[in-house]
């Protein structure tokens, strides 16, 4: 008995592979497919800005790092005792307000050389709603729990976030002209716009999306959404909230993800790492004793084998791990 949808999907044309550098943002959803990129020791750098939910946030941050903005402190604000950016997650907030921009603009000057020379930028977009300051009509990417009267909340259309991207796209392509893009919309649902609102939301950034991927040969459409929405479509694949896709769920995503994305040489590579990761997160109840002297030791020696044989393998932090 066949109780879901099979699904079948094309894989990517030119798919990600150990050589390959990745740069994501986006959602929170981004979170899940760049931790297990970068469990599996793939090269990656995930949200420069923390996470950002919708296009235009998307857009202007990934314009901030091609064009080396740095930001000063006339761009940020303070908010119960805390120094913060409209453009930033609160990861980047602190009391002092030069530590904050010491860390934004260090990952501002990271992310434009990494995005010069990265083969593949990931994009997942959560929201098509955009908030605005009702004092100066400014765009947020994180409201930073700040009173709701401050903001203004708006539905952008798809021709508004069609171009925007597509401007940002057209910018990228000049300074990286080889780099292949890979949108995702994201399978959180966004239950606060209400559920008729998350699903006019989710439209306009899957129009948009695969009108871009109809104008750019060098864009890509992986479905995580349709994934969840429309293969899983059932709330024992939610967390709690019944909004979240819970672990089992993203297991199921990152699998697909795996199948249709990363190319097929680098399946063995990451089973091995898989298994150096798995036994570095042993926690030995006797570490000193000399069977786990020798469970170190031979992981050691795993460890220099696989650098050996795959020199783009960083795996420095485990090699001292088992020494």
Not at 119 to 133: H, K, N
Not at 196 to 219: F, M, P, T
Not at 275 to 284: E, G, K, L, Q, V
């Amino acid at each position: 008995m066949q109780l879901t949808l099979s699904p079948s999907f094309p894989p990517l044309r030119q798919r990600i592979s150990y050589q390959d550098t990745v740069l994501l943002t986006g959602s929170c959803f981004t979170e899940h497919i760049h931790d297990r990129l970068a469990h599996h020791k793939f090269r990656v750098m995930g949200n420069p800005n923390g996470i950002l939910f919708n296009p235009l946030s998307v857009a202007d941050s990934m314009d901030s790092y091609l064009s080396g903005r740095r930001y000063i402190e006339d761009d940020l604000f303070c908010l119960n005792e805390l120094w913060n950016s409209w453009d930033h997650h609160t990861r980047f907030s602190d009391t002092d307000p030069g530590l904050v921009l010491e860390q934004i603009n260090r990952s501002q000057e990271a992310a434009g050389a990494f995005l010069r020379k990265a083969g593949f930028v990931i994009i997942t977009l959560g929201s098509a709603f955009q908030y605005y300051l009702k004092e100066s009509g400014r765009p947020v990417s994180n409201n930073h729990r700040a009173p709701a009267q401050w903001f203004e909340k708006k539905l952008l259309d798809s021709t508004e976030i069609t171009e925007a991207l597509s401007a940002m796209l057209n910018r990228l392509l000049i300074v990286n002209p080889e780099v292949q893009i890979l949108f995702t919309i994201s399978p959180v649902r966004h239950i606060r716009d209400g559920v008729i609102d998350n699903n006019r939301s989710k439209a306009r950034l899957i129009e948009s999306v695969h009108e871009l991927c109809g104008r750019y040969a060098q864009a890509h459409y992986f479905p995580a959404y349709e994934l969840v929405i429309d293969i899983l479509r059932d709330y024992r694949f939610f967390d709690i909230d019944f909004v979240h896709p819970n672990y089992l769920a993203t297991s199921f995503v990152w699998e697909q993800f795996a199948e249709l994305c990363l190319a097929p040489e680098a399946r063995p590579v990451m089973k091995e790492v898989e298994d150096i990761m798995t036994a570095r997160s042993h926690r030995p109840r006797f570490p000193g004793t000399e069977a786990h002297s020798r469970f170190r030791e031979e992981y050691r020696s795993r460890v220099q084998a696989l650098m050996q044989r795959y020199p783009f393998l960083d795996l420095r932090a485990e090699l001292d791990y088992f020494s």
